[in-house]
Each structure stands twice: as structure tokens, then as C-alpha cells.
Nanobody
Framework: QVQVVESGGGLVQPGGSLRLSCAASGSIFSTMGWYRQAPGKERELVASITRSGTTNYVDSVKGRFTISRDNARSAVYLQMNSLKPEDTAVYYC???????????WGQGTQVTVSS
């Protein structure tokens, strides 16, 4: 059974930093990524990383966010620096199984950027 669990969200002031963590289990995972959904908006891809380490970022976070992963732990991380109020959203981890081809979601973690 595949499980995906996020942690690390919270409240931070503008300009601050947060680090999100995601641990997946129950399969071997190819691409892993972080998505976010703000109130009234569609879920969007924030960053993704392949098993070999190739990364992709949405333009709005380039230079501020860094995605990384630990294949041995089936874990993916999102270091978020210089946070802005518009980064406020629920952040979701997605892990794509290399065995079944299915994508699996975590339960989400709230990130709020406010003074």
C-alpha cells in the first residue's frame, strides 16, 4: 500500500523560510513533486524532480525554492526562501510510482505567509 505523508508547513512572515518534507512508502518512485492550491484557485505544480535529479520549477518560485530528494528514503524536500504572501496555499506532495504508473497524493500541509 502506497502512503505519502507531508510535514513542515506553518505560519511564517514575509521574507522568511520554511522546509517541507515528504516521505513516500510502498513502491519505487520515479518523479516526485510539490503542488499547491490557494483558496479559489486550481492546484498548480510548484516543483518536480526525477529520480536522477532533474528538476523543474514554476516561474514564480525560481530562485527562491529548491527541491531535492533522497532516493534511499523515498523522500522529497522543498526548501522555500524569501517567502511571499502569494505563496500561501496548501502544499501537496505527489509521488509517481515507477511500478504501477499511478500518482499518489499526500494529505497536504498548510503554508501561510503573513505578517
Amino acid at each position: 500500500q502506497v502512503q505519502v505523508v507531508e510535514s513542515g508547513g506553518g505560519l511564517v512572515q514575509p521574507g522568511g523560510s520554511l522546509r517541507l518534507s515528504c516521505a513516500a512508502s510502498g513502491s519505487i518512485f520515479s518523479t516526485m513533486g510539490w503542488y499547491r492550491q490557494a483558496p479559489g484557485k486550481e492546484r498548480e505544480l510548484v516543483a518536480s524532480i526525477t529520480r536522477s535529479g532533474t528538476t523543474n520549477y514554476v516561474d514564480s518560485v525560481k530562485g527562491r525554492f529548491t527541491i531535492s530528494r533522497d532516493n534511499a528514503r523515498s523522500a522529497v524536500y522543498l526548501q522555500m526562501n524569501s517567502l511571499k504572501p502569494e505563496d500561501t496555499a496548501v502544499y501537496y506532495c505527489n509521488a509517481h510510482s515507477a511500478i504501477s504508473g499511478d500518482g499518489y497524493w499526500g494529505q497536504g500541509t498548510q503554508v501561510t505567509v503573513s505578517s
